[in-house]
């Protein structure tokens, strides 16, 4: 069962990038028809929106069981979360989130949220080294420098990081 944290950050964080803000740039631009959606493009966004959905759900499960906290900056994991999708890659929730705006986009055949999609991203891009990455840091120290060079931010890794495998091992060198 979700708890009042819990539910807060999924309301204001995910459910405004990803309904609020394309409902209002949908409004905006006054694109709010429906297209014929063909198979490839429906079958596309289907799967990003699995995808995203699937990441979303698990991520926000290990803050909360793993991590005693949440997604949201405001009410932080405790503890530092290194399993399921974080063994692959350092943020599957932001991944979950761009899939499902890829989706959107995709089902939606709107530009104006492929623009938006761009810019979530760009903004990741920008605040996780700058903000979120250095407060990892310093919140757990010598185990999150070890991760953040073993696990990329964004591409996955083909095998799952081992944190007592150790920083030396030439098969997955550090990543940015």
């Given at each position: 069962?979700?708890?009042?944290p819990?539910?807060?950050a999924?309301?204001?964080?995910?459910?405004n990038v990803?309904?609020?803000?394309p409902?209002v740039?949908?409004?905006w631009?006054?694109?709010?028809?429906?297209?014929?959606?063909?198979m490839?493009?429906?079958?596309?966004a289907?799967?990003?929106f699995g995808?995203?959905?699937t990441?979303?759900?698990t991520?926000i499960r290990?803050?909360s069981?793993?991590?005693h906290?949440?997604l949201?900056?405001w009410?932080?994991?405790?503890?530092l979360?290194?399993r399921?999708?974080?063994?692959?890659v350092?943020?599957p929730m932001?991944?979950?989130?761009?899939f499902n705006?890829?989706?959107?986009?995709?089902?939606?055949g709107s530009?104006i949220?492929a623009a938006w999609?761009a810019c979530?991203?760009?903004?990741?891009?920008i605040?996780?080294?700058?903000s979120?990455?250095?407060?990892?840091?310093?919140?757990?120290?010598a185990?999150y420098?070890?991760?953040?060079r073993?696990?990329p931010?964004w591409?996955?890794?083909i095998?799952?990081y081992?944190?007592?495998a150790?920083?030396?091992?030439?098969?997955?060198?550090?990543h940015?």
């Amino acid at each position: 069962m979700m708890k009042g944290p819990e539910l807060r950050a999924i309301l204001v964080l995910p459910f405004n990038v990803l309904v609020t803000v394309p409902a209002v740039l949908m409004w905006w631009s006054h694109d709010t028809s429906w297209p014929e959606v063909g198979m490839l493009r429906g079958g596309l966004a289907a799967g990003c929106f699995g995808i995203g959905l699937t990441l979303m759900v698990t991520t926000i499960r290990l803050f909360s069981r793993e991590g005693h906290g949440t997604l949201a900056p405001w009410a932080p994991t405790q503890k530092l979360v290194i399993r399921g999708p974080y063994r692959f890659v350092r943020n599957p929730m932001i991944s979950g989130v761009l899939f499902n705006l890829l989706g959107e986009a995709l089902l939606l055949g709107s530009w104006i949220l492929a623009a938006w999609f761009a810019c979530f991203f760009l903004g990741n891009a920008i605040y996780l080294p700058l903000s979120e990455e250095a407060g990892l840091a310093k919140r757990f120290g010598a185990a999150y420098e070890h991760y953040r060079r073993a696990v990329p931010r964004w591409l996955p890794r083909i095998t799952p990081y081992d944190p007592a495998a150790g920083t030396s091992d030439p098969a997955h060198p550090p990543h940015a």
